[in-house]
């Protein structure tokens, strides 16, 4: 069963957008999990992830407008996202961190553009 990422859209330059993970049967809380993206043309990057204990990293090209967060009891990942720039524009995915190639999902595209 894969990880659904959803939440993502159209946003101007400067808006914002929370991104949601969640898994049908596994605890997303029991494992180390990462928002990753993929920008055309581009190799899929780890954005950011947090650990089970809830230490959480980002990739410096998000730190400071990016945050990773966590509801165990909605058993759910969200990724809010503001100061939005266009160098963002990309599928969004979640996974484990690192991640297990049978567990990603579509995506969802987010696309920042005035």
């Known amino acids: 069963v894969q990880l659904q990422a959803s939440g993502g859209g159209l946003v101007q330059p400067g808006g914002s957008l929370r991104l949601s993970c969640t898994h049908s049967?596994?605890?997303?809380?029991?494992?180390?999990m990462g928002w990753y993206r993929q920008a055309p043309g581009k190799q899929r990057e780890l954005v950011g992830s947090?650990?089970?204990?809830?230490?959480?990293n980002y990739d410096d090209s998000v730190r400071g407008r990016f945050t990773i967060s966590r509801d165990s009891a909605k058993n759910t990942m969200y990724l809010q996202m503001n100061s939005l720039k266009s160098e963002d524009t990309a599928v969004y995915y979640c996974?484990?961190?690192?991640?297990?190639?049978?567990?990603w999902g579509q995506g969802t595209q987010v696309t920042v553009s005035s």
């Open positions: 947090i650990s089970r204990g809830g230490s959480i």
């Open positions: 049967s596994s605890r997303l809380s029991f494992k180390q």
């Open positions: 996974n484990r961190s690192p991640p297990e190639p049978t567990k």
